[in-house]
């Protein structure tokens, strides 16, 4: 049974915002495929860092709303719920992805203007479960990291590791013990290096998805919590 996901046509951008591009539909893709083993592992708070359109947070909140329901063994009446937020820096987007929301009878979701998380990396610190993650990965010149406007969709920095590398450096603080990353990543961003690195930092991981699309290499990265964590002392992942 293929499970529900977003539809393009009651998704919302302008020329302000992300559109849905094949980094979008492959993370979705990658979602899509995962989604069962939730129904084991049931995720109580889940964030999506930059959301552009909506199109990937509002395919989550209906994944869950699948294998929390009765064809998952779990009575419509004693449905399961899940905190759900998604966060972007642009107000265009964040505008974009209510829309989505909307169109698509979405409720669930609280949308927020910030930095990454901003102030709520405290209140969020070792309850996230699942992190979704479509970062800006095109390695660009560093004075255009967050320099405002659409650019601020794509503009990596070098290696396309800025904004990146901030995110991995927050994910031993905000994951929950169960907690999953699933971000986007190209092949100048070294995904298979990050695996090495966060090792380190007590995280497994592996390459979930991978599609050429034009110019880019895309890959899923998948990074979850080691069972037993592991603290090697190293310096900040990133760094
Ligand atoms: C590649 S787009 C992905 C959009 C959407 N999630 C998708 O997959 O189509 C990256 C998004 O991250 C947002 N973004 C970039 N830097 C950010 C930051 N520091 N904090 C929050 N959002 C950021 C951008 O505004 C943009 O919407």
């Known amino acids: 049974m293929e499970l529900q996901i977003a539809e393009i046509n009651k998704t919302h951008w302008n020329g302000d915002v992300y559109e849905p591009s094949d980094d979008t539909f492959l993370l979705v893709d990658v979602l899509q495929q995962h ?5 084991n592992k049931w995720p109580l708070c889940c964030v999506e860092l930059g959301s552009g359109s909506g199109y990937v947070i509002t395919s989550l ?3 869950l709303r699948q294998v929390a329901g009765p064809s998952f063994g779990h009575p419509a009446a004693h449905r399961r719920t899940c905190q759900l937020l998604a966060v972007d820096h642009s107000l265009a987007a964040v505008e974009a992805t209510r829309n989505t929301l909307q169109a698509h009878q979405v409720t669930e979701v609280d949308v927020i203007a910030a930095s990454l998380l901003g102030p709520l990396v405290d209140k969020l610190r070792g309850s996230v479960d699942i992190m979704v993650f479509n970062p800006p990965y095109v390695p660009t010149p560093d004075e255009e990291v967050e320099r405002g406007g659409i650019a601020s969709a794509w503009a990596g920095g070098y290696r396309g590791r800025r ?5 991995l450096q927050l994910l031993p603080e905000l994951l929950s013990p169960r907690g999953e990353l699933f971000m986007v990543t190209v092949a100048e961003n070294e995904p298979q290096g990050i695996i090495e690195e966060m090792l380190g930092f007590g995280f497994l991981g592996r390459i979930a ?3 050429q699309a034009d110019e880019e290499a895309l890959q899923i990265l998948h990074l979850w919590r080691q069972p037993a964590g592991l603290d090697t002392g190293a310096p900040a992942p990133g760094q």
């Open 209 to 211: 998805a991978a599609r």
């Open 35 to 39: 989604a069962k083993a939730w129904n």
């Open 163 to 167: 904004i990146i590398d901030r995110v």
């Open 61 to 63: 909140a209906l994944l």
